[in-house]
């Protein structure tokens, strides 16, 4: 099982700054299959991104993602109020697990 | 565009059996394959399994034992059983599709066990 290791826990930021947010596996994600989702209270997971770095439908381009092989960044480049909330990444190359999710709260 | 909501029994007492049902709008569920993904409070995400449209199953070996996957197209819905539930059983259950990875979900169907 392909283990996600994500970090920081908690990344305390203003609206306007830059959100870099780490994901590393245990074992190389095959195709650069990682997807990163964003999580707001009482609501379900939402897709950001895919295949590593291509935004899902309907996301704003202030989110980008890079990263092969074992190490995978999400950048908010400006954050928006509603940026605010829990993001986890997700590998689909073996079959499915999640990192532990980063909390980005407001400084 | 794709809708999922979960419904069944909101508390399970332990060691029963949690059945929780999808319905899919506005989508076929005779295309893609269709996921269980839980999370208990205040903790992350764990796949549960899927399904496709001609019943192939895979489920996550940690659960394999308990768990079973159907599906119904002509009801355009999916469904779960996860037997002799306990206490760490209970989580919000979503569904979602799966098109590599899953971009759409339920909201999501908070279970407790207990008894």
């Known amino acids: 099982e392909i283990v996600l290791t994500q970090s920081p826990g908690t990344l305390s930021l203003s609206p306007g700054e830059r959100a870099t947010l780490s994901c590393r596996a245990s074992?190389?994600?095959?195709?650069?299959?990682l997807a990163w989702y964003q999580q707001k209270p009482g609501q379900a997971p939402r897709l950001l991104i895919y295949g590593a770095s291509n935004r899902a439908t309907g996301i704003p381009d202030r989110f980008s993602g890079s990263g092969s092989g074992t190490d995978f960044t999400l950048t908010i480049s400006r954050l928006e109020p509603e940026d605010f909330a829990v993001y986890y990444c997700?590998?689909?190359?073996?079959?499915?697990?999640f990192g532990p999710g980063t909390k980005v709260d407001i400084k | 565009q794709v809708q999922l909501r979960e419904s069944g029994p909101g508390l399970v007492k332990p060691s029963e059996t949690l059945s929780l049902t999808c319905t899919v709008s506005?989508?076929?569920?005779?295309?893609?394959?269709w996921a269980w993904i839980r999370q208990p409070a205040g903790k992350g995400l764990e796949w549960i399994g899927r399904i496709y449209a001609n019943g192939n199953t895979d489920y996550n070996p940690s659960l394999k034992s308990r768990v079973t996957m159907s599906i119904d197209t002509s009801e355009n819905q999916f469904s779960l059983k996860l037997t002799s539930v306990t206490a760490a059983d209970t989580a919000v259950y979503y569904c979602?599709?799966?098109?590599?990875?899953?971009?759409?979900w339920g909201q999501g169907a908070l279970v407790t066990v207990s008894s």
């Open positions: 506005y989508g076929s569920v005779s295309s893609y394959y």
């Open positions: 979602a599709r799966e098109n590599w990875p899953f971009d759409y």
């Open positions: 997700q590998q689909y190359g073996s079959s499915f697990t």
């Open positions: 074992q190389s994600v095959s195709s650069r299959l």
